[in-house]
């Protein structure tokens, strides 16, 4: 993590490798948005903007040779256009201060000079900051991984330097970058070093690591899972020579003010079983425990934050692999509760673990459960690759939306007809995994978790595509493992702690 700093120094004297100012769109062309900068490097900035390509387009970041500044590089990052009333939203803020830190990889000492008119506005920017401070080197050699490591030091610019409530909004926005930073190194971890035994230990690891006091973890391992009655789990590990687990992370804080569950899908590798995925983009499955990474490190960073809110977080861990003992089409198996589910796809295996999971939460008494999962691939056809789809009983839906906007996050709400609850119906068992008709895949699956929850308020929150960045890296978001959900989570349990 990078050492951030409060300065309310002139940032044209700071000695630093790289110096951040805003850049933005204006009805003239391109605006630069420092009010120290010298006026005359501000005009030329301005003046050649069309021949040098600015644009002030948001995640645009453009280094050029430092004149009348101290820092060795001046960086222009892109704010896009200004609201209304003249002002930037956090989330612009946010992904300027990421995407200008994200692309000085390599780069030892930055000061950020964004602009910070309230103490929200500092908020964001710190955020995006140290979000765009991370890279994942743990398989990098040599030269390679100093060329890509993160940026170290950051200083950033504002008038609220001094202000007791800005540095405390600034620690607060290191325990949610370490918690996603958390969530992102584990979903890039390859699945042979990340199997559900090893993710077991990361957990502990992680927990010691970071500091977070008062957490209780227990493990149930493959033969607990089995006397246990968890068919999900155990069915859909049985065919991995790794077998499976379930983890419980209980942070119990004293006068708590509400008890809510968090459960997480965590299939370390997903092949798709004997129902084998297409080679293509296989590879990418080591992301499909993207869900239990979030909740291990939400739970992390609420005990660090010491939220007045009991989270108990539920790791649902296999790997989905077509051995010799591996699941089939056709079998039944039987939820932990006694629901029985006929497998019609092996490669639906996320549902299954997460039914036992949802059942366990559900007996443990919450006020409210939380799931988060790569569920479908129905949420990419119908969302996107950077929208995640919430669906669940309306207020908690609805709550966990607004958590996503206030954090930055982009979720939309979804519906479950009661139409496609038809879908559920077997010939042998009290349901099927997967229904014949594909359409609204991701309805469906939530209609499916739903059986499982009773009359507990619970939202099942779908992050399939944005969880993992197969393309170019944008704002504070590098390729692959993101940590979406992570911060959504997070300013959910704040609003309850409210």
Same mark, same amino acid.
């Given at each position: ?7 309310? $120094? ?26 120290? !900068? ?35 590089? *001046? ?52 955020? /995006?900051? !140290? *979000? ?90 493959? $033969? ?14 049985? /065919? ?7 983890? $419980? ?14 459960? /997480? ?51 649902? *861990? ?101 139409? !496609? ?78």
């Amino acid at each position: 993590m990078a050492d951030l700093t409060l300065s309310g $120094k002139n940032p044209t004297a700071l000695k630093v490798d790289a110096l951040v100012v805003g850049t933005c769109k204006t009805s003239d062309g391109l605006a630069v948005v420092a009010d120290q !900068l010298p006026s005359d490097l501000v005009h030329q900035i301005e003046t050649l903007a069309p021949q040098l390509g600015l644009t002030g387009a948001r995640d645009e970041v453009r280094r050029l040779p430092a004149s009348g500044v101290k820092a060795s590089v *001046l960086v222009l990052s892109g704010l896009g256009e200004r609201e209304a009333d003249g002002t930037f939203a956090a989330e612009t803020l946010r992904r300027a201060a990421g995407a200008a830190v994200r692309e000085l990889a390599g780069t030892a000492s930055v000061a950020v000079a964004l602009p910070t008119a309230t103490e929200a506005d500092l908020t964001a920017v710190v955020e /995006g900051a !140290l *979000l765009g401070a991370y890279a994942f080197t743990a398989y990098r050699a040599g030269d390679a991984a100093a060329k890509q490591a993160a940026v170290s030091t950051i200083e950033l610019v504002t008038p609220f330097a001094r202000s007791a409530r800005a540095k405390a909004a600034a620690e607060r926005a290191r325990v949610v970058a370490d918690a996603v930073h958390g969530a992102r190194d584990l979903i890039n971890t390859p699945p042979n070093d990340l199997f559900p035994g090893a993710f077991v230990e990361a957990a502990r690891a992680a927990v010691k690591e970071l500091g977070a006091k008062g957490i209780k973890i227990t493990v149930l391992d493959e $033969k607990q899972l089995a006397s246990g009655g968890y068919g999900g789990i155990s069915g859909v590990g049985q /065919g991995s020579a790794r077998p499976p687990r379930l983890v $419980k992370l209980a942070y119990t804080p004293p006068k708590a003010s509400s008890r809510v569950a968090l459960v /997480g899908k965590g299939i370390t590798f997903d092949t798709g079983g004997i129902s084998l995925k297409p080679p293509a983009g296989m590879h990418a499955m080591t992301s499909d425990m993207s869900g239990a990474a979030a909740v291990l490190h939400t739970v992390i960073a609420t005990a660090r934050l010491g939220l007045p809110v009991a989270v108990t977080g539920y790791l649902c *861990l296999a790997e989905n692999m077509p051995g010799g003992n591996a699941q089939r089409p056709g079998d039944v198996v039987r939820i932990r509760g006694g629901k029985t589910v006929e497998i019609t796809n092996t490669d639906a295996e996320g549902r299954l673990v997460m039914a036992d999971g949802l059942v366990s939460a559900v007996e443990d008494g919450h006020d409210v459960v939380l799931d988060i999962a790569t569920l479908t691939g129905a949420q990419v056809v119908a969302l996107g690759n950077r929208v995640s789809g919430v669906l669940g009983d309306d207020d908690v839906r609805d709550a966990v939306k607004a958590a996503a906007d206030t954090a930055g996050e982009s979720f939309w709400a979804m519906p479950m007809p009661e139409e !496609l609850k038809a879908g559920l119906k077997s010939n042998v068992a009290d349901m099927v995994n997967s229904a014949a008709d594909r359409a609204g895949g991701m309805l469906f699956a939530a209609i499916f978790l739903k059986e499982f929850v009773g009359a507990t308020p619970w939202a099942h929150l779908d992050i399939a595509g944005p969880a993992f960045n197969e393309k170019a890296a944008y704002g504070y978001t590098s390729v692959g493992g993101t940590g979406v959900g992570v911060r959504t989570l997070l300013a959910y349990l704040e609003e309850r702690a409210r």
